[in-house]
């Protein structure tokens, strides 16, 4: 790798695409992260009903993992990021919604608020395999472990800015025509801008997707993917420790996303490696 240049991976106009539509989405999933805690918590005052937030968001992504890698496998993984941030940019228009009704959330009643956040965890864990597995097709198999190391870079990035951005709206004072739109309501907006922004940007993405080996489904093809993944986090952690990874390992990464069962292998997109977008609050996931 001695004299490539440091950001050769952004000479693909699609990884430039893909990254600044990573960077506005994850530090949007941050924000509203912070501003659904401080509703729930202004509404309940309750700390359990705090943390169920966290759990909602969470369980989508425990009971479909591999049902998420199966379908990376199987379909465009361009158009699954599509549909399922779509669907999560549904979802923040609803939460948009609630703050703005007068009476969805009357009375401390704040399931609708769970049941939303169920519907982004969905969104997300359906979306991280895929996301993770589209990665290795934007920029050329040289330039893979410069791509993976700008992408970390990024996530850290857009995962230490977003909470910044959330509490500074959530505080913004707001006055005269804007004022109904202080608190959770501004970041909900900003988070609905966030989505759209992202979802343009990937979808000026045009380069072809890696060969997809379309397999029937069945046990063995759905747990396929499990089976390789514990294989390869045992290699990373017995040669590069816990949280590590050798040049070596990130070549390998490129192998097993181009192969069948990549969306299976790919982490989750919160965890913002190779390709994650988020899942941070969640992305983030918990973008």
């Known amino acids: 790798m001695t004299g490539v240049p440091a950001g050769i991976a952004f000479r693909s106009r699609d990884f430039r695409l893909y990254q600044a539509a990573r960077l506005m989405v994850i530090v949007g999933a941050e924000a509203q992260s912070v501003a659904v805690a401080w509703q729930v918590y202004a509404i309940t005052h309750s700390a359990l009903d705090l943390g169920f937030t966290g759990l909602a968001l969470f369980l989508p992504g425990l009971f479909f993992m591999l049902a998420a890698g199966h379908v990376a496998d199987r379909y465009d993984r361009r158009k699954i990021i599509l549909g399922c941030y779509g669907l999560q940019a549904v979802c923040t228009a609803v939460l948009l919604w609630l703050s703005l009704s007068e009476w969805a959330l009357r009375g401390g009643r704040i399931w609708p608020i769970y049941a939303v956040l169920v519907g982004i965890g969905l969104g997300r864990a359906f979306s991280g395999p895929a996301a993770s597995a589209m990665l290795p097709s934007l920029v050329p198999k040289d330039h893979f472990v410069n791509a993976v190391t700008w992408g970390a870079t990024i996530y850290q990035i857009a995962n230490m800015a977003g909470p910044a951005v959330g509490g500074l709206l959530f505080t913004l004072p707001l006055a005269g025509a804007l004022a109904p739109w202080r608190g959770a309501r501004i970041v909900y907006a900003f988070t609905l801008v966030m989505l759209t922004g992202f979802i343009v940007l990937v979808g000026m993405i045009r380069t072809p997707m890696v060969h997809l ?54 982490g989750d997109a919160e965890c913002g490696g190779a390709g994650g977008f988020v899942d941070d609050a969640g992305e983030a996931d918990q973008a």
Request: aromatic residues 8%; charged residues 10%.
């Open 213 to 266: 080996n379309k397999k029937a489904f069945s046990v063995r093809t759905l747990l396929a993917g499990l089976d390789a993944g514990v294989n390869l986090a045992g290699s990373v952690c017995g040669d590069a420790g816990w949280g590590g990874g050798s040049a070596a390992d990130l070549c390998y990464g490129y192998s097993a996303c181009g192969a069948a069962g990549a969306g299976a292998v790919a």
